[in-house]
């Protein structure tokens, strides 16, 4: 029963701070890390965040899940965003 609520906390955690870091990897300035660098992580934390809020949002009953899978997902389609449109490439 430990792995179980173990597991439940990792998928709910991914959910809900993977979609804020990953947005937050957006306002970070490049002279800290490499602009590649941030664009792929921040776009990889953001797609974890997105699956899983996803599953979330449609195989949990109940009201307090389906919200904050829906904050994961609202939050880390706002970084892909940030990082598609808004980034400057270089």
Known sequence: MESLALL???IISLTVLGGPISLALTFLPQRLLPLAVIKVLA????LIAVFFGIALVVSV?????RIMGSFGVITAATAIYRIIKVIPKK
């Open 8 to 10: 439940a906390t990792l």
């Open 43 to 46: 776009f990889l934390i953001a």
């Open 61 to 65: 009953n109940s009201i307090g899940a």
